[in-house]
């Protein structure tokens, strides 16, 4: 395999690859580390902590084991780049904070001994929006990451090195975290296909939080076929190929009536299904007043950095008070190091509506005879760095508890991915690969 073929390749032409002998592990390894030495910097700016070394050592033992013919696992040999929020033994777990860089993980987080019974060679850690609390990548620790499309415009958040990285060809694999949109927002400004399973369908332990309720990891990837394999990897269960028809609704107050781009190119990636116009006004509304970040992000950040003795500071308002952090967290931070936290009557109430809101999705898929419900992920272009970004629809999914998918559905005019994201009920993941598959069958040209 050459590098040109590796920058493009899907996880089943390097496996192919690899099986054949047409390439081995360390070869895949040292494109990656080619490839990011080429091109992250100053360009990208993707990568937080880097370990070439280690990864070398990995891939040659992978390569041995595949000489003398032992038992693989399905990413043996793959390069695979992890969120700077998620622990990794012996690397930094910095979360895009300067605060937290001194930090060290003792132990693998599940996910990560996933990947690495599985034989994923990791390389390194992604540049993400500082602590995960925003969409726009801004931290303290690297600065901006750069859309892979864009220089100077976003990439989304707040997994934004992790989307980067795979759009860029880096590694074909990169996983991140998503509590508001984390994993599916960055793959519709860079491209990729990103997948937030249903409410506790993987553990987030290993991972600094920011709600507990809402977070959970999830993979980027190139294709659809490639989704599949990982979720099942992640998961450990196999989601059915075939099934009930895909019978999906187009959420009509999901798009911005002055973004014509955007809502062609979604409506379009989706025509072939025939989907029902569904109109629920509020639904925005009710999903922002479920949002139970603000509630659970200092007191859950304080747990995990209590035994973090290397951490600069140790909670949210001590690191609100400090001022070493990126100038655009200056009012997330300080808000949400002020509020009352998950004592206060209100927690019950947001956990209420999350409940009641899971029951509304539900009744509204019924009365419109839809398993899926379809809106561009976010309404609004990638914005310029320094700005903030609005137009998500990703919240949707993070205070149901329920699955949904960011698919690229084509560009822009001025050559800018776009998302279209689908949404299903929990449990129905199924549903979610079978649709990304079928339209990653019929591309759209734009």
Do not use: C
């Amino acid at each position: 395999m050459q590098y040109a073929d590796y920058l493009t390749a899907s996880l089943s032409d390097l496996q192919q690859a690899l099986q054949g002998g047409e390439t081995t592990a360390r070869q895949l390894t040292e494109y990656a580390l080619q490839r990011i030495a080429e091109v992250d910097q100053p360009r990208y700016n993707a990568i937080t902590w880097l370990f070439a070394d280690e990864a070398l050592a990995a891939a040659d033992a992978s390569d041995a084991s595949r000489q003398r013919s032992e038992a693989l696992g399905q990413l043996a040999g793959i390069p695979v780049l992890i969120k700077d929020n998620v622990e990794v033994k012996g690397w930094p777990t910095s979360a895009g904070s300067v605060l937290l860089r001194d930090v060290i993980a003792d132990v693998d987080a599940p996910l990560v001994t996933t990947l690495r019974s599985q034989g994923a060679i990791l390389i390194g850690k992604t540049a993400m929006h500082e602590l995960a609390a925003g969409i726009t990548g801004a931290s303290s620790l690297t600065g901006f990451t750069h859309n892979a499309w864009r220089e100077g415009r976003s990439p989304g958040g707040s997994s934004s090195g992790s989307a980067v990285a795979v759009a860029a060809g880096y590694v074909p694999l990169a996983i991140g975290s998503d509590t508001a949109g984390s994993v599916r927002i960055p793959a519709a400004f860079n491209g990729l296909l990103g997948l937030r399973m249903t409410r506790g369908a993987l553990s987030t332990d290993g991972i600094v939080p920011l709600s507990p309720t809402q977070d959970i990891p999830g993979p980027l990837v190139r294709s659809a076929d490639d989704l599949r394999l990982v979720s099942d990897i992640l998961s450990g269960q196999r989601f059915a190929i075939e099934g009930e028809a895909l019978r999906i609704g187009i959420w009509q107050e999901g798009f911005a009536t002055d973004e014509t781009e955007i809502n062609q190119a979604v409506q379009a990636a989706i025509a072939g299904f025939e989907p029902v116009l569904v109109s629920w006004p509020q639904l925005e509304t009710l999903a922002s007043d479920a949002n139970i970040i603000g509630y659970e992000f200092a007191e859950a950040l304080a747990g995990y950095l209590a035994d973090k003795p290397r951490a600069q500071f140790h909670t949210l308002q001590e690191i609100a008070a400090s001022e070493l952090y990126h100038p655009q967290l200056t009012t997330v931070f300080k808000t949400r190091a002020a509020h009352p936290g998950t004592d206060s009557e209100g927690y019950a109430v947001v956990q209420q509506r999350q409940h009641d809101l899971y029951q509304q999705l539900e009744a509204m898929f019924t009365q419109h005879n839809i398993n899926l419900l379809a809106y561009p992920v976010v309404r609004r272009p990638p914005v310029q760095h320094g700005e903030l970004q609005d137009g998500s629809n990703a919240l949707v999914s993070a205070v149901t508890g329920a699955p949904a998918i960011s698919i690229p559905a084509g560009l822009s005019d001025d050559g800018m991915p776009i998302g279209v994201e689908l949404l299903a009920l929990r449990g129905r993941e199924d549903l979610l690969l079978r649709v990304a598959e079928a339209i990653q069958m019929h591309p759209i040209d734009k």
